[in-house]
């Protein structure tokens, strides 16, 4: 089992920023594959962005790619999304997950573990 939990979310102005992080607990050896999705109510969860194994690959979402960094400090078991120039339609409950076995996915589906989410609301 592993056990995610995410902070950092709250209200920003657009143009501003925030960094969301995850905090892994138990067995997070296996965890080869980490991601964020965002969801925003009565929508499936849309992927953001990932990283996998030591934090050297990397892939975003076309929506954020040049203004959210996803990077992943094993050593502490964390994983950060930096989130820069947000805009109104970045807002969305933010979650953290864990994929053993199809690191890199961009699919909901492959991933074992999920984080509570925690919320981003960026007004004008």
């Known amino acids: 089992q592993v056990q995610l939990v995410e902070s950092g979310g709250g209200m920003v102005q657009a143009g501003g920023s925030l960094t969301l992080t995850c905090t892994a607990s138990?067995?997070?050896?296996?965890?080869?594959?980490m991601a964020w999705f965002r969801q925003t109510p009565g929508n499936e969860r849309e992927f953001v962005g990932d990283?996998?194994?030591?934090?050297?690959?990397?892939s975003y979402a076309d929506s954020v790619k040049g203004r959210f960094t996803i990077s992943r400090d094993n050593a502490k078991n964390a994983v950060y999304l930096q989130m820069n120039n947000l805009k109104p339609e970045d807002t969305a409950r933010y979650y953290c997950?864990?994929?053993?076995?199809?690191?890199?996915?961009?699919?909901?589906?492959?991933?074992?573990?999920w984080g509570q989410g925690t919320q981003v609301t960026v007004f004008t």
């Open positions: 997950a864990s994929s053993s076995g199809a690191p890199g996915s961009v699919w909901a589906k492959d991933y074992d573990y």
């Open positions: 990283v996998r194994f030591g934090g050297e690959l990397t």
């Open positions: 138990g067995r997070t050896r296996g965890s080869l594959g």
